[in-house]
């Protein structure tokens, strides 16, 4: 397999404040009273995978821990629901971070649907066990919009490591 242009380009590392600010970001999106849209992804779930998967060292289990805390504490949800949630897509998201970026973006999103729909489908499953009632299919939209939505959102994160660097002529990269 040939590589692509893209895949030979060196990226500059991700600067921590950056980080911080898209899971701020989505932290926001999801709080947003937008109604009851029940096919709007889990930002947060979304970008969170998307910083495992890329910065693996940076952003792991501890921070989807407090995301899912914080996350709890916005929805109103059931204590930890969030929490046990988002700790194990990042367990999933760490372990086959360098398996998934060897694809290419379409390939990568059909890997990541799965551990989208898995997340919902843990939470789904403790909002049951307590005794809320079934929201419907409609609310699985959201893993598979998350999925559709890797691909610009790859691109969008990313930009800051694009930026350009002095080349220096000498030096073989």
């Not at 049951?128 to 559709?148: D, I, R, S, T």
Request: aromatic letters at 12%; charged letters at 10%.
């Amino acid at each position: 397999m040939q590589p692509t242009q893209s895949s030979r380009r060196i990226l500059l590392p991700a600067k921590a404040w950056f980080i911080s600010a898209t899971l701020a970001a989505a932290l926001f999106l999801n709080v947003v009273p937008l109604g009851h849209f029940q096919i709007l992804p889990d930002w947060v779930a979304l970008v969170l995978l998307f910083w495992c998967i890329h910065q693996p060292h940076k952003v792991g289990m501890g921070t989807a821990f407090v995301l899912g805390l914080l996350m709890d504490v916005a929805d109103a949800s059931i204590m930890g629901q969030h929490a046990l949630a988002y700790v194990l897509l990042a367990f999933g998201a760490v372990g086959l971070s360098r398996r998934i970026l060897w694809f290419h973006l379409l390939e990568q999103a059909l890997h990541v649907l799965p551990i989208l729909i898995g997340t919902q489908l843990i939470m789904l499953a403790i909002r049951l066990a307590v005794g809320a009632e079934f929201p419907g299919f409609l609310w699985f939209v959201g893993g598979f919009l998350g999925a559709v939505l890797w691909y610009p959102l790859t691109y969008l994160l990313l930009l800051p490591q694009y930026r350009p660097v002095e080349r220096d002529e000498t030096r073989p990269i």
